[in-house]
């Protein structure tokens, strides 16, 4: 019998796999992770296996007012993402949303990088 967890690895991985057979030559990608309090995302480089770029609500420069568990404070995230993600140069990614349904504060913050400029 298969346990929570393992059900979840599985779903994302069959997403990861979705998404390199799709890749256009390496394209980079948009990671989400989000918490019951916190949510976070990075944009990764697979082929060096770096992060280039990183935001999440527990930053000093999130605003405060905003939580980290609601959709506007996902939207902000994906906002400082955006910004940051235009001063490394990076225009263009693809959008992991892990084992999350595309929903809630994975869509509020994939909303909010797309408002600021990334592309996907």
Known sequence: MLKRNDIIE???????????????????????????KNIFAQVIDDRKGHTLVAASSLMKDFDKK?????????????KILAERAKKAGVTRV???????????????????????????
């Open 10 to 36: 599985r779903r994302q991985k069959r997403n990861r796999a979705r998404l390199k057979k799709n890749a256009v030559g390496g394209a980079l990608r948009l990671s989400v992770f989000r918490s019951n």
């Open 66 to 78: 905003l939580k980290g568990h609601d959709k506007a404070g996902a939207e902000a995230v994906g």
């Open 94 to 120: 693809i959008f992991d949303r892990g084992a999350y349904l595309y929903h809630g504060r994975v869509k509020a913050l994939a909303d909010g990088a797309r408002s600021g400029g990334l592309e996907f």
